[in-house]
């Protein structure tokens, strides 16, 4: 099991930036495939971003590509999202998710979850 703990969502103004953090208690964090997922209000649980155990392979949802960037600190056992040009469309709670043994975009795959925080893109 593996707590995650994330940080730094708030309110934004659109085309503002934000950076999330998860912190991670794995002891083997460098073999956890690490993702960030989203849910807005009355929708689904979307895939955001994932990165590789070494962070050497990083994929994007289509809606972000281009926006976001997700980087890991194996060092530091903590991943990050940047989020640049924020839309209102991005407000939503954001998770931070992990699994060992997995590589792909399904949230129901990782088993490990954090408690989620909170981004609100205002105009």
């Known amino acids: 099991q593996v707590q995650l703990v994330e940080s730094g969502g708030g309110p934004v103004q659109v085309g503002g930036s934000l950076r999330l953090s998860c912190a991670a208690s794995a002891g083997a964090f460098s073999s956890y495939t690490m993702a960030w997922f989203r849910q807005a209000p009355g929708k689904e649980r979307e895939f955001v971003a994932r990165?590789?155990?070494?962070?050497?392979?990083?994929f994007y949802g289509d809606s972000v590509k281009g926006r976001f960037t997700m980087s890991r600190d194996n060092a530091k056992k903590t991943v990050y999202l940047q989020m640049n040009n924020l839309k209102l469309e991005d407000t939503a709670v954001y998770y931070c998710?992990?699994?060992?043994?997995?590589?792909?975009?399904?949230?129901?795959?990782?088993?490990?979850w954090g408690q989620g925080t909170q981004v609100t893109v205002s105009s």
């Open positions: 998710a992990a699994k060992l043994g997995y590589s792909g975009n399904y949230d129901d795959k990782y088993d490990n």
């Open positions: 990165t590789s155990g070494s962070g050497g392979l990083t």
